[in-house]
């Protein structure tokens, strides 16, 4: 175990710029899982290969945060084309959350990672661009650029999405069909629409957030087992439902992540999600500011 | 006469929210109850608390004297008190007589071909005996309302609460279920009936509670509760 | 009572089998198919029978192993005794994560089972005495009992937790216990009101299909001679341990059997005859089929075929 106030310092550093990160890699989850009560396990797996299609746009020479706004308009119609298929398939046969629900996911997750590793091998894949590998130097401590950009993106969409959920006459509507769906009918709109789009919002942002990702570190295709410790962490960590509440649980995450790692190694801070993730479903499941 | 359940003070919320407050309620046994108010007053919370499927904040409930709040809703149902839901939640893998026999192995203790006798003869009382072996998937809405509360009459109960078992059906599917109600009540069980369908609430009942916004404004024999002003601005709104 | 007759002469074929000079390749591969149906059958105790579903296999299997080494280790314990401990602590992870989970809803069991796999991985890891993330190497005991080599004994030993594994679903499934999860499974609320203790039968759903599945992974650090955690927390285990129930059907005990019979040798075909990268895409992809084309397995198919041709 290695402790200094120096360390410590740079770990907190360390763990709110990824923290930040975590947050945006978790809307998408907020709202597939914590507002439409989707068992999306599948949700890190297509982050991973908005990753990986970031890498394959940057051997266009094009940046890869550009490659991720490029991708975001397929990622929204997979989306929408994904929920489609689950709603015909197993909502509306009446077994949604049940087994089938959840071993569909599941499957598509496992399809997609076998997939990845088919097309691109397991080893690991990283992106260029001109902020990647220089670092900032702040008060005696270097803080690498690409996590300042994947932070401040991610602030920015947790911004964007936050705003839309609470002043867009779409984004109401989204959070009240996961409240109550009856209101909705009667209002006039078609709530299994709604939720369609929503659902290829959170895909859409995923895209982003996976071009981040791949900024932040190299990727490989089994990625998306830890992402699915981290994403589940910070939405039940934040409160199923609550939008604003996952920055601050992804801001806890980063944190706790960064201090593992730096007091205890990298073979602990994996485990630091998961852990999280099971304190609170035992103490406290609805979250921090959940209802 | 006794009372069957005592409410006292009873407090549920929902995070920042109150579903129900200060609810003061005392049942007698045999009595016909029918719950009503509007949409979002707190019925279906209410008798939530009272089957065991949300447990309250505050107050107490007592049924036959015993104070039941802490238990969980399989041991309420093992005591007497048996529901039927808004939503019919049929176990669809099983035909009708097998979901009939959940109960009747669970809280009578009756399993095997004693139970399928006592599960026939329960449909038989609700006219569902010609559909025993069919899968409880394949029933129409009416159909499944009556195996509700056929289920729910496998259990023995002392206290049924039927909660808008009639729902979306038709006039004489109403008068149909209603008759089964009431000739449940005659043989000796507590109905409290939640329903919006008013003809039938006010056929049934021999004393109305009206909830608003999570209590109780009114409280008495039919006839003066749907005349009271209050209730009519519940509905209406001002 | 065919039943029994049946799993006795299956055993004694298994039994047989080892006694006689067939190739020693049989029971490396007898003991993989073995392996499979306990590890569906186990799954289906709580995924098919309560409706449960269990991500963390690769967890409960590591469970399982690393307690049955650590047996060996420390008492040079016979291997039946090591699948007894592997059993045991690998039904105490099952209840502490039900107990941890089940008053919430399904979805966050099944994420907390995937958790398990990755905290117990990192204890593993991060565990000199179970060998880190390098592995352990064995020596296996020399005594074989009556057959001519370990990996037959094992073999022998894996047919009869088989019998034990699908034995113990058959009773489940056909008792008091298995109409009351039945019940919970289509339902849980009216289950509740209909005086179903839910709480206690999901218990011990969990503790009975997570010892089980401990069962399947405790002999395999006799098996391999060696154990290490990349390939003992293998998430091959957790999706086969998925695809083989619905595959074969969820519904009843012989459905993970004829899944894991099914899929065992399809996998044997395709890592033959094409590659190994292929076959693991080809358990995916048959998940996902079934999943939304035949929901109730083959077992359903068959039903259906059968009354529609009446």
Not at chain 1, 200 to 208: E, W
Not at chain 2, 94 to 104: F, K, R, S, W
Not at chain 3, 179 to 188: H, I, K, P, T, Y
Not at chain 3, 298 to 309: H, N, T, Y
Request: proline fraction near 3%; glycine fraction near 10%; include cysteine.
């Amino acid at each position: 175990m290695i402790f200094s106030f120096d360390l410590l310092f740079e770990a907190v550093m360390f763990g709110l710029l990824l923290g930040c990160f975590y947050a945006a890699v978790s809307l998408g989850l907020s709202v597939a899982f914590g507002l439409l009560d989707v068992p999306h396990v599948a949700h890190p797996a297509l982050l991973i290969v908005g990753s990986y299609g970031a890498y394959l746009l940057g051997g266009w020479g094009i940046d890869p945060l550009v490659s991720g706004f490029l991708l975001m308009p397929l990622f929204f119609l997979v989306g929408m084309l994904l929920y489609r298929f689950y709603y015909a398939t197993f909502e509306s046969r009446g077994t949604a959350a049940g087994v089938n629900g959840l071993a569909f996911f599941f499957g598509v997750a496992f399809i997609i990672e076998v997939l990845l590793i088919v097309a691109f091998g397991v080893d690991q894949r990283s992106a260029e661009a001109s902020y990647i590998g220089d670092s900032l130097e702040l008060f005696e401590i270097r803080i690498p650029y690409r996590l300042l950009v994947a932070a401040g993106v991610a602030l920015l969409l947790t911004l964007v999405l936050t705003l839309f959920f609470s002043r867009t006459f779409v984004g109401r509507a989204i959070k009240a069909v996961g409240q109550d769906e009856g209101a909705l009918q009667l209002m006039g709109a078609n709530p299994v629409s709604i939720k369609q789009l929503a659902f290829g919002i959170a895909t859409a942002v995923n895209a982003l957030a996976g071009a981040m990702l791949i900024i932040v570190s190299p990727v490989d295709p089994t990625m998306d087992r830890i992402y699915i410790g981290r994403a589940f962490c910070v939405v039940v960590l934040a409160g199923v439902g609550s939008m604003s509440g996952t920055l601050v649980a992804g801001l806890i995450l980063g944190v706790a992540e960064s201090i593992v790692l730096t007091m205890f190694g990298a073979s602990w801070a994996t485990a630091v999600a998961f852990g999280l993730l099971l304190l609170m479903l035992g103490i406290r499941p609805h979250g921090l500011f959940g209802r | 006469m006794e009372s069957i359940l005592e409410i006292k003070d009873l407090g549920k919320n929902f995070g920042g929210f109150t579903a129900l407050s200060g609810v003061n309620l005392a049942i007698r046994q045999g009595e016909r109850l029918g719950l009503i108010g509007p949409n979002g007053s707190g019925k279906t919370t209410l008798i939530n608390c009272i089957s065991g499927a949300l447990r309250n904040d505050h107050g107490q409930i007592q049924f036959k004297g015993e104070s039941i709040s802490h238990l969980p809703a399989h041991t309420r149902t093992k005591r007497g008190i048996a529901r039927s839901f808004q939503l019919p939640r049929p176990f669809r893998s099983m035909t009708v007589a097998e979901n009939l026999m959940v109960p009747l192995a669970y809280v009578g203790g009756v399993s095997g071909s004693k139970a399928r006798k006592q599960a026939l003869e329960i449909l038989a009382e609700m006219g569902l005996a010609d559909k025993a072996d069919t899968s409880s998937a394949s029933l129409s809405q009416v159909e499944l309302r009556k195996m509700e509360l056929a289920r729910a009459m496998a259990a023995k109960p002392q206290l049924l609460i039927s909660d808008e078992a009639m729902a979306g059906l038709s006039g004489s599917e109403v008068d149909d279920v209603l008759d089964i109600l009431i000739k449940l009540n005659k043989s000796g069980i507590t109905i409290i009936m939640i329903e919006h369908i008013m003809h039938a609430v006010m056929r049934f009942s021999e004393r109305l509670v009206c909830l608003d916004a999570g209590q109780i404004i009114c409280d008495g024999d039919p006839q003066t509760v749907v005349a009271n002003p209050q209730v009519h601005r519940a509905y209406l709104g001002d | 009572m065919k039943y029994w007759i049946f799993s006795a002469l299956a055993f004694i074929a298994a039994f047989g089998l080892a006694l006689s000079g067939v190739n020693e390749y049989i029971f490396f591969a007898g003991f993989v198919v073995m392996q499979a149906i306990v590890l569906a059958t186990a799954w289906n105790i709580l995924g098919g029978y309560a409706g449960y579903v269990n991500f963390g296999v690769p967890g409960f299997v590591g469970v399982g192993a690393y307690t049955a080494l650590s047996m060996h280790l420390l008492f040079h314990a016979p291997i039946l005794v090591q699948i007894a401990a592997g059993a045991v602590m690998a039904g105490v992870l099952g209840l502490g994560v039900g107990m941890l989970t089940l008053r919430l809803r399904g979805v966050f069991f099944s994420i907390a089972t995937i958790a398990v796999v990755f905290i117990v991985e990192a204890v593993v890891i991060n565990s000199r005495f179970l060998g880190g993330a390098t592995g352990i190497q064995l020596t296996r005991p020399t005594e074989v009992w009556l057959f001519g080599s370990y990996t037959r004994m094992l073999f022998v030993v894996m047919a009869l937790m088989a019998v034990v594994a699908v034995s113990v679903a058959r009773y489940i499934q056909n008792s008091h216990i298995g109409q009351g999860l039945r019940a919970v499974r289509d339902s849980e609320e009216a289950a509740d009101c209909s005086g179903v203790p839910t709480l206690k039968l999901k218990l011990i759903a969990c503790a009975v299909s997570g010892a089980l599945i401990g069962v399947a992974g405790a002999p395999m650090p006799m098996y391999l001679s060696y154990v290490e955690p990349a390939s003992t927390f293998n998430l091959h285990y957790a999706v086969i341990a998925l695809a083989m129930p619905i595959i074969g059907g969820t519904a009843h005990w012989a459905g993970p059997l004829i899944g894991a019979l099914i899929l065992g040798t399809l996998q044997q075909i395709v890592t033959v005859t094409i590659s190994s990268e292929l076959n693991v895409l080809v358990v995916g992809l048959l998940l996902v089929i079934f999943v939304v084309a035949a929901p109730d397995g083959v077992i359903g198919l068959v039903k259906k075929w059968k009354a529609s041709s009446k």
